[in-house]
């Protein structure tokens, strides 16, 4: 038996639920700044909520990854996307305030081009020291879902899918102080969001190396990507 085949029913369905609600819950945190002051710096021209939530979507991916292959680590990532667009939607057609079409737009095209980048880049790195593949594809991908999805979601270029779907501009493309930190340099307001989402998103992806790490020494990972 290879270790494909042992990536069973179980294994899929409870990283698909942990994958599905990560990307739910970061949709939904992701139209909340954090509404706090600290040392002079105003958060919510700084960072969302769902900036400590997303990072956990890549230690689902990598540790799929790692244990599996990367065949299976690609299947989660399309399932997970699939239900995590399909239930919001339908939470959206019953109340418009949980989410909007733009935000999940940005979000499915941000996730399935992020993660499934993560997928590549952790399975070309796998063999080197146990924290380079999760550390560098999770910094990656973090880069790119950042900035596809705060473009798609928040800067005025994409305002047209609002009107597609009959809804209020939800762009925030007005200047602020670069990470609210004052002075005479601002920039879109989406920007300094991005840039801070993208800072927090990079610490809590060092903070995630702690829990790989333990889950690691408990599963027995795949020794060669291609076998999967």
């Given at each position: 038996?290879?270790?494909?085949?042992?990536f069973?029913?179980?294994?899929?369905?409870?990283?698909?639920?942990?994958?599905a609600?990560?990307?739910?819950?970061?949709?939904?945190?992701?139209?909340?700044p954090?509404?706090?002051?600290?040392?002079?710096?105003?958060?919510?021209?700084t960072?969302?909520?769902?900036?400590?939530?997303?990072p956990?979507?890549?230690l689902v991916?990598d540790?799929?990854?790692?244990?599996?292959?990367?065949?299976?680590?690609?299947?989660?990532?399309?399932?997970?996307?699939?239900?995590a667009?399909?239930?919001?939607?339908?939470?959206?057609?019953?109340?418009?305030?949980f989410?909007?079409?733009?935000?999940?737009?940005?979000?499915?095209t941000?996730?399935?081009?992020?993660?499934?980048?993560?997928?590549?880049?952790?399975?070309?790195?796998?063999?080197?020291?146990?924290?380079?593949?999760?550390?560098?594809?999770?910094?990656?991908?973090?880069?790119?879902?950042?900035?596809?999805?705060?473009?798609?979601?928040f800067?005025?270029?994409?305002?047209?899918?609002?009107?597609l779907?009959?809804?209020?501009?939800?762009?925030?493309?007005?200047p602020?102080?670069?990470?609210?930190?004052?002075?005479?340099?601002?920039?879109?307001?989406?920007?300094?969001?991005?840039?801070?989402?993208?800072?927090?998103?990079?610490l809590?992806?060092?903070?995630?190396?702690?829990?790989?790490?333990?889950?690691?020494?408990?599963?027995?990972?795949?020794?060669?990507?291609s076998?999967?």
């Open positions: 038996m290879t270790d494909t085949r042992s069973s029913a179980g294994h899929h369905a409870i990283a698909i639920f942990a994958m609600l990560v990307v739910a819950a970061s949709n939904y945190l992701v139209q909340f954090v509404e706090h002051v600290v040392g002079g710096i105003n958060l919510a021209d960072l969302t909520w769902g900036a400590f939530t997303y956990i979507a890549f991916t540790l799929t990854n790692r244990r599996f292959g990367p065949a299976a680590a690609r299947k989660v990532v399309i399932s997970g996307f699939a239900l667009i399909v239930v919001p939607m339908i939470f959206w057609t019953l109340d418009e305030a989410t909007t079409p733009r935000i999940l737009i940005a979000s499915g941000a996730f399935l081009v992020a993660q499934l980048l993560d997928v590549t880049i952790f399975d070309k790195l796998r063999r080197m020291t146990w924290w380079k593949a999760p550390m560098a594809s999770s910094l990656i991908g973090s880069v790119i879902d950042t900035l596809l999805f705060f473009g798609i979601a800067s005025a270029s994409f305002a047209f899918v609002d009107a779907f009959g809804s209020e501009d939800g762009s925030l493309a007005f602020v102080p670069f990470l609210g930190i004052g002075g005479e340099t601002e920039v879109l307001l989406w920007i300094s969001l991005a840039v801070g989402d993208l800072m927090v998103k990079v809590v992806a060092l903070a995630l190396l702690a829990p790989y790490r333990i889950v690691l020494n408990i599963f027995r990972p795949v020794p060669d990507g076998v999967a």
